[in-house]
């Protein structure tokens, strides 16, 4: 009877959640993330969400240009042994001419759709937003396979602007679904994370175990 209470005990402290705090002097609603106050600006959501996105586990990467962001690619791409990663069409479209440049450096950019695709340690999206309140990361399904070389590859490279960083959950429900409905869209708060019945946690069981989030920033 001792281990079952100790069980349950487990449990419900593990379901409690507490919305993280705002930043100073801004309010939030019950919702979660619905800003009553108004918005902080661009610096303020990058540097909240930098801080709460490293808090999750993630990896957080300063860049100025598209040159440093594949020369970074291509230091993580070499610890997996092979010179290749699955680039998301999304990816491709937002940023003109990356897969040249992944070329360039000896990366063979394969599609998520690639009979190859099981086998490559690395997978390159972009993302249509990064939320700050939670330090979430929004990529959607507007391509075939851009979920897949999110969540397939035991690494997950993201790229951002500092321009996709927004506040609150309704700012980047905008952003994944203002301009038509997409396939869907994912939520990434970190590595995945998997807990079994006595809430010992494993990290990138069904799922990436590391990410990284690559902010693209001239300024």
């Not at 993280?20 to 661009?42: F, I, Q, V, W």
């Not at 490559?120 to 929004?138: D, E, Q, R």
Request: proline share 7%.
């Amino acid at each position: 009877m001792a281990d079952r209470r100790d069980i349950l005990d487990r449990l419900r402290r593990s379901a409690s959640f507490s919305p993280p705090e705002p930043p100073d002097g801004l309010a939030t609603d019950k919702a979660g993330g619905r800003e009553t106050a108004d918005r902080p600006g661009p610096a303020e959501c990058l540097a909240e969400f930098g801080r709460r996105w490293q808090a999750n586990g993630g990896a957080l990467h300063r860049v100025r240009s598209m040159d440093e962001a594949v020369s970074l690619l291509a230091g993580l791409i070499s610890e997996t042994g092979r010179q290749a990663l699955l680039l998301a069409a999304d990816a491709e479209a937002a940023w003109p001419g990356l897969a040249e440049s992944l070329r360039a450096r000896g990366i063979e950019p394969l599609s998520p759709a690639d009979e190859q695709a099981a086998d490559i340690a690395t997978g390159l999206t972009s993302a249509c937003a990064a939320v700050a309140y939670s330090g979430s990361l929004v990529v959607a399904g507007r391509e075939s396979g851009t979920l897949r070389a999110s969540l397939l590859p035991p690494v997950h490279v993201c790229l951002i602007r500092p321009d996709m960083v927004v506040y609150g959950l309704d700012e980047a429900m905008n952003r994944a679904y203002g301009n038509g409905m997409q396939r869907c869209a994912v939520f990434i708060t970190g590595p995945s994370r998997t807990a079994d019945i006595e809430l010992h946690t494993v990290i990138g069981v069904h799922g990436p175990g590391a990410v990284h989030a690559v902010v693209i920033d001239p300024d």
